[in-house]
């Protein structure tokens, strides 16, 4: 064990800039949205293709609106009740739901793509779990 190579840095987490996880997930749902849109607009009717997107869309800003809002639940004081921020919680699921019911009432998107549009958190998440398994097993570093 002696002869493994230490590559750690002593600073560890100070490298990395504050919300670069964030980003990195972002980002990455930004680039699995395209992939699947671009592939649908070519093999798939429009309806699947306008679900894609609008799933992908609202996707984004759920992910977007939960930064914000568990941010302003965790900046509130130890005294204080965080009422208007948090209701900012709920109210984004009635937004996308809405979205989503009426576009699919409206006959403008396949629920399936919908939902799946929805789910592009999931590769995100295993684009970063490859990413924290690479610097943890084989460069043997760890950033989290």
């Known amino acids: 064990m002696s002869q493994i190579a230490h590559s750690m840095i002593p600073e560890g987490l100070a490298r990395e800039k504050q919300g670069a996880l964030e980003?990195?997930?972002f980002r990455a749902m930004i680039a699995s949205l395209s992939l699947a849109v671009v592939a649908s607009t070519m093999l798939l009717p429009w309806r699947v293709t306008t679900g894609l997107m609008l799933g992908g869309v609202l996707s984004l800003f759920n992910f977007h609106w939960l930064q914000s809002s568990v941010a302003a639940i965790f900046e509130v004081g130890a005294g204080e009740r965080p009422l208007v921020r948090v209701s900012h919680y709920f109210i984004r699921y009635l937004i996308v739901g809405a979205t989503g019911f009426a576009?699919?009432?409206?006959g403008w998107v396949?629920?399936?793509?919908?939902?799946?549009?929805?789910?592009s958190f999931v590769p995100a998440l295993f684009v970063e779990a490859f990413r924290?398994?690479?610097?943890?097993f084989?460069?043997?570093e760890e950033s989290f």
């Open 110 to 119: 396949s629920l399936a793509a919908l939902f799946a549009g929805l789910c």
């Open 103 to 106: 576009a699919c009432k409206l």
């Open 138 to 140: 084989i460069r043997r």
């Open 132 to 136: 924290q398994f690479y610097y943890a």
């Open 23 to 25: 980003m990195r997930v």
